[in-house]
């Protein structure tokens, strides 16, 4: 192997991290790896394309449902990425699914989605950082639905578990 390929293979290794902290930020509600990730100027295009996010208005957003989601799954896959030196482009399926509570104790709220990041990465000091991230929705659904007790229980706590403890 010589030393570019495994230079490739480290720089892969950092943005996949990179992609990878969203999804566990999300996931656990772990704010905190959104500074790890993202570059403090970041520009984010979600759902609402009209709404343009940094780092610190994307927690603000996506923090106002914590008191009624109960759980969720933010998974990514089949990237594919381009590293030009300390600049890198990829694009990563997604999919997703959030459950909340609703005003009706018998009813919960399920979201499901998918769509495509479109990243653009750099390379500083402390790693890859999304500098650039844009979400290409192809799919949403929401759905009301019934949850057993003993579900409930088990989905409550992989939300407030700490895996690293």
Known sequence: M???????????VGIDDAINAYSQALDQREWALLDELFTP????????????????????ALSKND??????????GKSHTRIDGVRADAV??????TLQTTTDPEKFLLIRGTGIYRDKLV????GWRIADR???????????????????????YTLG????E
């Open 161 to 164: 578990t700490n895996w690293f």
């Open 134 to 156: 844009e979400l290409a929705l192809k799919s949403i659904t929401r759905d009301h639905i019934a949850v057993d007790d003993a579900d409930l229980e088990s989905i409550r």
């Open 92 to 97: 990563t399926e997604v999919f997703w699914t």
């Open 67 to 76: 008191a009624t989601r109960l759980g969720g799954q933010h998974l990514v």
């Open 123 to 126: 390379k500083g000091e402390n």
């Open 2 to 12: 010589t030393e570019t390929s495994l230079q490739y293979l480290l720089d892969r």
């Open 41 to 60: 100027d970041a520009r984010i295009v979600l759902l609402d394309r009209n709404v343009l996010y940094d780092p610190q208005s994307l927690v603000a």
